[in-house]
């Protein structure tokens, strides 16, 4: 007669559900320290990251506006 995997399969289900659930690294509160460039309009943080085109096209397209009324700090 054969060994059913069943059980196996089920034990190794749950070993690997424990493991993974000690080891959850979130990266959340580095995304949100990484959010600097606020738009003076509508308060709409963006990433360190994102650079003039997009600005420029959320100040056009939500706006109305150019790049320097919404984001007076920002520095290309």
Avoid: Y
Wanted: glycine share 6%; hydrophobic share 25%; net charge positive.
């Amino acid at each position: 007669m054969g060994g059913g995997n069943g059980a196996k399969a089920q034990q190794k289900r749950e070993r690997n559900a424990s493991k993974a659930s000690t080891s959850g690294k979130s990266t959340l509160k580095l995304n949100e320290s990484q959010k600097n460039i606020i738009c003076t309009t509508c308060r709409q943080s963006f990433f360190v990251t994102t650079r003039a085109p997009a600005l420029e096209e959320h100040a056009s397209n939500k706006h109305s506006k150019t790049l320097t009324e919404c984001f007076p700090s920002f520095q290309a």
